[in-house]
């Protein structure tokens, strides 16, 4: 079984940045790829950032590509998300998540299987 722990949320005026972190542990979490999503109030969760097992291909949402940026310790099994130049519109609770496949890329909920308990973000304008 895969546990997963995020940190880093936070209250944050616009133009702010945070760095969140997700810590992993649990059977073979440094040979899977790792993905960070977001729910709004009233909202469905929403892809925003992946990173592939080993770190050498990621992918990002349209709404953060430039802002934010996602990396692996695979050292200490921690992935991270930077986020930069942040925006009322980032306020969502983040959530990491593990792969059904450890090397698939997806973009989509219902490809991942093991999520974390999530970090608010509240970004006020």
């Known amino acids: 079984q895969v546990q997963l722990v995020e940190s880093g949320g936070g209250l944050v005026q616009a133009g702010g940045s945070l760095r969140l972190s997700c810590a992993a542990s649990?059977?073979?979490?440094?040979?899977?790829?790792r993905g960070w999503f977001r729910q709004a109030p009233g909202k469905e969760r929403e892809f925003v950032a992946l990173?592939?097992?080993?770190?050498?291909?990621?992918r990002y949402a349209d709404s953060v590509k430039g802002r934010f940026t996602i990396s692996r310790d695979n050292v200490e099994n921690t992935v991270y998300l930077q986020m930069n130049s942040l925006k009322p519109e980032d306020t969502a609770v983040y959530y990491c998540?593990?792969?059904?496949?450890?090397?698939?890329?997806?973009?989509?909920?219902?490809?991942?299987?093991?999520w974390g308990q999530g970090t608010q973000v509240t970004v006020s304008s």
């Open positions: 998540a593990t792969p059904r496949i450890p090397t698939m890329m997806g973009i989509t909920t219902t490809e991942y299987d093991h």
């Open positions: 649990g059977r073979t979490v440094t040979t899977s790829g």
């Open positions: 990173i592939t097992r080993y770190g050498e291909a990621t």
